[in-house]
């Protein structure tokens, strides 16, 4: 079975540029969450979707958005990038969005965004 | 608000070494934790967990276990591999004031050397 799939793995953009990730959640999953890690530190919460709603929004400004697709897919977007948006964004699912699955929460391999 | 704290590393150690990486949390309610695993250009894999006071968690021989009294979840092995070599992250989830995320602690990398 598939896991987690994020698109593309490796991206370079230069200040001021917008950005779009993209995640395929492991068939069945209802619940997408990103989260951004950078360098050196742990991920740190940006969004998750369940059932195409937004469910919990962490500590970002508004040029962080995102979106969940009927097909429970989702795009992280990503306005007037600075230097300090280079990151790892990880994309994670789970069926629900209850707090007794996070057993049941599987990462992406992520995409490095490269901000110059 | 809720956060956790890990070990700073590198931590290096010899094939067949005791390990210890420290984690202690702070947290409204009482949340889960857990030790989650990234291997050098992989996601993040769970590598156990604990939902409540004293219960120890397990994998692969590394456990930890949930001391509520101290705020502490340890990670101990007892034998380490050099396949071991990662970088672990301490996680809390779940608890008084965040249902549907997980907080994470800075990482902490582990060279396992033969």
């Known amino acids: 079975d598939a896991g987690v799939t994020q698109s593309p793995t490796h991206l370079i953009k230069t200040r001021g540029q917008h950005v779009t990730l993209r995640c395929s959640p492991i068939s069945g999953h209802k619940s997408v969450s990103w989260y951004q890690q950078v360098l050196g530190q742990g991920p740190q919460f940006i969004f998750q979707y369940y059932e195409k709603e937004e469910r919990g929004r962490g500590n970002f400004p508004d040029r962080f958005s995102a979106r969940q697709f009927p097909n429970y897919s989702s795009e992280l977007n990503v306005n007037a990038l600075l230097l300090g948006d280079s990151a790892l964004y990880l994309c994670a699912s789970s069926p629900t969005d209850f707090r007794d699955t996070f057993e049941k929460l599987f990462f992406g391999s992520g995409t490095q965004l490269s901000v110059l | 608000g809720n956060s956790v704290t890990q070990m700073e590393g590198p931590v290096t150690l010899s094939e067949e070494a005791f390990l210890t990486i420290n984690c202690t949390y702070t947290a409204t309610g009482y949340p889960s934790l857990f030790w989650y695993v990234q291997y050098p250009g992989e996601g993040l894999q769970l590598l156990l967990k604990?939902?409540?006071?004293?219960d120890k968690g397990s994998n692969k021989g590394f456990e930890a276990t949930y001391r509520k009294e101290t705020t502490s979840f340890h990670l101990e092995k007892g034998s380490v591999q050099v396949s071991d070599s990662a970088v672990y992250f301490c996680?809390?989830?779940?608890?008084?004031?965040?249902?549907?995320?997980?907080?994470f602690g800075t990482g902490t990398l582990l060279a396992v050397q033969p």
């Open positions: 604990a939902t409540k006071a004293d």
């Open positions: 996680a809390s989830g779940g608890g008084g004031g965040a249902t549907n995320k997980l907080i």
